[in-house]
């Protein structure tokens, strides 16, 4: 007789709440790029955390209120379906910034028939701390939770202890995937998100949300170790593609150079990256771009 637990949780709510970062603090390791602006998260992210007797696997998700054009739809119908078939919603609630409840989340959740947590982020940003207490009430009442928590995914505060809540409430399942997988989306997909992570840090207004990302090869070597990474980033208009190369070709090499090293720490081996920016005229209207760039719904 097994008592192995199992299960998917998805991490859903509004952009900027701290989902990715929630997601990267939980499995221990940053698979999902973070940044200080809203709708930097594209796709559904997965996350996986073994513990003893159990496995987690957490899915990341865009902010719900995406904007419009054939890619905020995308982001949209992803964050919509990782609600469904999996055995815990988690709703991120900014705790301190954008706190109370509102229709459009809700309505969100009233599709979700299994059990759902509250989960009050960025409690390190709020002081007193009975400025949680209406908080807490008003999701108290706007919903059925398991469990209403306050926690802060920056500095780690209650993280352990909404692992055992979660834990507690998953099926008992043998193990979706092998105990050293962290993930299930493949190299790249994880290469070209380290890339885009660096244009949200260091572009500004439209360009970040302009931009994609295509890794073209990726090459292990073995003497001497290192992986050969050939990427490029496509912009919608000639002027971002000025801006994301930059006086000399300056930006390009602090986007390519952030990258690498946030790379070579992952994967722990040296690695060559090559950068090479195009332009994709209103790629995010456009359905065979976004097929092209991999922006593709799983059912
Ligand atoms: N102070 C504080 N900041 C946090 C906390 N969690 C996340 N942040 C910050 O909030 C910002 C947004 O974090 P993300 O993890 O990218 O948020 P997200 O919900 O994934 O956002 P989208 O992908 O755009 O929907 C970043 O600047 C984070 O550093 C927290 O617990 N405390
Ligand atoms: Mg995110």
């Not at 159990?54 to 990782?82: C, H, N, S, W, Y």
């Not at 090459?219 to 000639?238: G, K, M, N």
């Amino acid at each position: 007789m097994t008592t192995h637990r199992a299960g998917f949780v998805s991490l859903i709510g509004r952009p900027n709440a701290g989902k990715s970062t929630l997601l990267n603090r939980l499995v221990g390791e940053k698979l999902s790029i973070v940044s200080s602006r809203p709708q930097t998260t594209r796709n559904r992210i997965t996350g996986i955390k073994n513990l003893p007797g159990a496995q987690i696997v957490f899915i990341d998700t865009p902010g719900l209120q995406a904007t419009g054009g054939k890619l905020g739809e995308f982001m949209r119908k992803t964050a919509e379906r990782a609600i469904e078939d999996v055995d815990l919603v988690c709703l991120v609630v900014d705790a301190a910034a954008d706190p109370m409840p509102d229709a459009a989340t809700l309505a969100v959740l009233a599709a979700h028939r299994g059990p759902a947590f509250c989960v009050l982020n960025k409690v390190d940003r709020l002081e007193p701390k009975s400025r949680l207490l209406p908080v807490i009430e008003a999701w108290r009442v706007a919903r059925a939770f398991g469990e209403i928590l306050p926690v802060s995914a920056l500095d780690g505060t209650s993280c352990d202890r909404l692992l055992d809540l979660i834990v507690g409430i998953l099926p008992v399942h043998p193990p979706y995937f092998p105990e050293d997988a962290m993930t299930d989306q493949p190299e790249t997909f994880y290469v070209a998100e380290v890339i885009r992570e660096q244009i949200f840090q260091l572009t500004r207004q439209e360009v970040p949300y302009a931009a994609a990302v295509r890794v073209e090869e990726l090459t292990e070597r073995e003497r001497p170790p290192c992986l050969l990474i050939r990427a490029s980033i496509f912009v919608e208009q000639d002027s971002q593609r000025g801006i994301l190369i930059g006086r000399g070709g300056t930006m390009l090499k602090r986007v390519g150079s952030a990258a690498r090293r946030e790379l070579e720490r992952f994967f722990g081996i040296k690695v060559f990256l090559a950068l090479t920016v195009g332009v994709r005229r209103n790629w995010r209207k456009d359905e065979r771009a976004l097929r092209e760039f991999g922006f593709l719904l799983t059912s």
